[in-house]
């Protein structure tokens, strides 16, 4: 089993629609939950963050966390265009110098 | 916000030349720093955790003597790639993180390195 691992894709949704991103990991001893944007050929840039049980909300995006199954997804709402991306999926399993594992990326194309 | 710049963006070179590249926490003092490499179409891969002041930490199968790391303040880290070839040319990307439990990383904008 992947330590982190993300649905695969691509997944296509229509533009205004809602779409949803999943992430699972292995290890229970994981402290935080980072949710990356990568555009074609640049660098991530960091969407969210989430510690805690729950729903975390900013802006279009949600982020949901649920530590006893392990998962943590992300929802946009309104998908535009420019949503199009990788998202990469990253878990700190404890480390207090900020160490991630990442997932191998879900591929998002928001069609018009 | 948390801004790390990174510089060059691009570099060409021919073969055996050696490469440096500079990764700086502009507003944020950063004891840990993280280099990537990612080629095309995959994931990003951890290669070394630099920490200020001491060794850096490599990920199983990189080579230390080829990637050089060096961490000489809490806002510089810098790589060198030690006499460069061909399957060295990939996309190398540098995060930094502030200090303390569970903070974000954030992410240069990359190198992209090409050995001809």
């Known amino acids: 089993q992947k330590e982190v691992e993300q649905n695969s894709g691509p997944l296509s949704v229509p533009e205004g629609a809602i779409a949803s991103l999943n992430c699972t990991y292995s290890?229970?001893?994981?402290?935080?939950f980072f949710w990356y944007r990568q555009y074609s050929g640049k660098s991530p840039e960091l969407i969210m963050f989430?510690?805690?049980?729950g729903d975390k909300e900013d802006g279009r995006f949600t982020a949901q966390l649920n530590k006893a199954s392990q998962y943590v997804s992300l929802l946009i709402r309104d998908s535009q265009p420019s949503d199009s991306a990788t998202y990469l999926c990253?878990?700190?399993?404890?480390?207090?110098?900020?160490?991630?594992?990442f997932g191998q990326g879900t591929i998002l194309t928001v069609h018009p | 916000g948390a801004v790390v710049s990174q510089h060059p963006s691009r570099v060409i070179c021919k073969s055996g030349t050696s490469v440096k590249i500079e990764c700086r926490s502009l507003?944020?003092?950063?004891?840990?720093m993280f280099w990537y490499r990612q080629f095309p179409k995959q994931s990003l891969m951890l290669m070394a955790t630099?920490?200020?002041?001491?060794?850096?930490?490599?990920e199983q199968g990189v080579e230390k003597d080829k990637f050089l790391i060096n961490h000489a303040s809490l806002t510089l880290s810098t790589l060198t790639v030690a006499s460069a070839h061909p399957e060295d040319s990939s996309f190398y990307i540098c995060?930094?993180?502030?200090?303390?439990?569970?903070?974000?990383?954030?992410f240069g904008d990359g190198t992209r390195l090409s050995i001809l």
């Open positions: 995060s930094a993180s502030r200090t303390g439990f569970n903070q974000p990383q954030h």
């Open positions: 989430i510690y805690s049980n």
């Open positions: 990253a878990v700190n399993r404890g480390a207090s110098y900020g160490k991630l594992t």
């Open positions: 290890d229970r001893g994981s402290q935080s």
């Open positions: 630099s920490n200020e002041g001491s060794k850096a930490t490599y």
């Open positions: 507003d944020f003092q950063a004891t840990t």
